[in-house]
């Protein structure tokens, strides 16, 4: 079957599909944004500083392990009902956490969200290369993009203002509206055919991936706080999830139907483009986590300045990235993401000066110059991994893409966070103001170490774009037939 036809926008024959891809994406989108500004109300209220890290570590290892079953099904399956089933967990996770009454539970329940988001993400952009050729997704790019704009405001600008005159529950109830929107849109409007396949779902592999990110992630988080390194669950935690690890190479060796097929891991395009989208992971959720916060603490502001600096970061890189296809398309997507990874590095490099007596607005000029790398990086490392296969992998490689982000952030965030509690000595701070038990300066020294590694990040992102296979701009009428493909229309 040949991608369908029809024009590329939202009166086209495929602008309901492309409808529920947005509305979909924006579940993603406002969420990994909503709650950084409300960290310090979230505190105040349940407490745990040294725990918040976990916020985001449990939803991000929760999207990680279920991302590469979640693509898996989605090749036996068919895109649809994966994308239904993750909106509905996605809504369940989102209300238990407005109703969280600890910091504990709210962490168990951010992992049910990451449950959800471990299939809207990788299936909005397995339907996206689907439904649209690669020079139509250079186009696509612009509405998909427009979605991260409109959410990098609209994201820590709810989370900001919810937290100062409401509460910081609502940030997770605003999303209920919007995930019955975007499941209406998509069950309604969205058709595939094709013949379904035995299903033959690699649990072990699943089962052994998930304990071993788990008491990775745990290991590092945990390290120097609840254990010191040296002692003997410091070291056996990590050692355990090592030995897990290579585990599950060897169950992946033998199993019929691999929820990693490690035959992917051989190919340069799809073992680059991975490294660089976990390294835009940790990025991501470093400056996500920690910028609101220093903004607030260090320089003093409230929640609602501390959300427009970090919505510079999300918004730079809608703006780049809907021109990243058009880019694309006349230099090729290597280069394209090559001159990304620069101006990441270059954005980052600005972070270092920052102070205590830095402006918000300086702040805010070098996210904005991060997010405008960022869009010209991710996408086109994405588009490149899924134009290296044909339809009965897709659903694998891009979720093997969202995989690498998922870990880099789940990862990232546990080692910045474990640096961060390290520098304070366990101090926590309890609101969004100076007035917290940890001094704005301490916050700010501790906060530049957390800086200091995103530079290196953003080196390894560099060198990742340099290492990718050299290639040539996609023709312009190019369909990509394939003949695994079944019928999607609108």
């Known amino acids: 079957m040949s991608v369908t036809s029809g024009g590329v926008g939202l009166r086209s024959e495929r602008g309901p599909v492309l409808l529920g891809v947005m509305l979909s994406t924006a579940l993603v989108a406002i969420d990994a ?3 950084a500004t409300a960290v310090p109300s979230v505190v105040a209220e349940l407490g745990g500083f040294s725990q918040f890290p976990w916020l985001f570590s449990a939803y991000l290892l929760a999207q990680a392990v279920s991302v590469p079953v979640f693509g898996k099904l989605a090749d036996v399956f068919g895109r649809k009902p994966v994308m239904l089933v993750g909106i509905g967990v996605f809504l369940l996770g989102s209300v238990l956490c407005g109703a969280a009454w600890s910091m504990e539970s709210l962490i168990v329940f951010r992992a049910v969200q ?11 952009m397995t339907i ?6 690669v020079a139509e997704r250079a186009k696509v790019q612009g509405y ?14 709810l989370g900001g203002v919810f937290s100062e005159y409401t509460s910081w529950r609502w940030i997770f109830f605003v999303n209920v509206p919007l995930c019955l929107v975007a499941a209406a849109a998509i069950g309604w409007r969205f ?13 072990l592999g699943a089962s052994v991936l998930t304990a071993a990110l788990t008491l990775l992630v745990l290991g590092v988080l945990e390290g120097g706080q609840a254990w010191a390194w040296a002692s003997v669950p410091g070291v056996g935690v990590l050692a355990a999830g090592g030995v897990l690890l290579g585990l599950f190479v060897l169950v992946e060796r033998r199993a019929a139907d691999p929820v990693v097929p490690l ?12 490294a660089a989208s976990a390294c835009i992971g940790a990025v991501l959720l470093a400056l996500t986590s920690y910028v609101p916060t220093f903004v607030q603490v260090s320089l003093g502001t409230g929640p609602l300045v501390a959300g427009f600096a970090l919505a510079a970061l999300t918004l730079g890189w809608p703006v780049s990235a809907s021109q990243s296809g058009r880019v694309y398309l006349r230099v090729g997507m290597r280069t394209t993401a090559v001159v990304g990874a620069v101006v990441v590095l270059g954005g980052c490099l600005l972070l270092l000066p920052l102070g205590t007596s830095s402006p918000v607005a300086a702040v805010a000029g070098a996210s904005f110059v991060i997010g405008l790398g960022m869009g010209l990086t ?4 994405l588009i490149a991994a899924q134009s290296a296969v044909g339809w009965g992998e897709r659903g694998v490689v891009t979720g093997l893409n969202m995989f690498a982000r998922s870990a880099g952030s789940a990862v990232g965030i546990a080692v910045f966070g474990a640096v961060v509690n390290a520098s304070l000595g366990g101090r926590s701070v309890e609101s969004g103001s100076a007035g917290g038990s940890v001094a704005p300066g301490e916050l700010s020294d501790a906060v530049h170490l957390v800086f200091l590694g995103v530079v290196a990040l953003a080196a390894v992102l560099l060198l990742a774009v340099v290492l990718m296979p050299k290639d040539r701009p996609p023709a312009p009428a190019r369909q990509e037939p394939d003949p695994d493909e079944a019928a999607v229309t609108a």
């Open 114 to 124: 990451g449950l959800g988001a471990g299939a809207v993400q990788p299936m909005s």
């Open 191 to 203: 058709h595939e055919r094709r013949e379904r396949r035995r299903a033959r779902v690699d649990v």
């Open 263 to 274: 035959h992917l891991l051989r190919r340069r395009l799809l073992v680059t483009t991975s």
């Open 144 to 157: 998909i993009a427009g979605v991260w704009g409109v959410s990098s405001v609209v994201g820590p600008t």
């Open 378 to 381: 991710a996408a086109p490392t």
């Open 128 to 133: 996206v290369g689907d439904v649209y050729s």
């Open 33 to 35: 944004t909503v709650i």
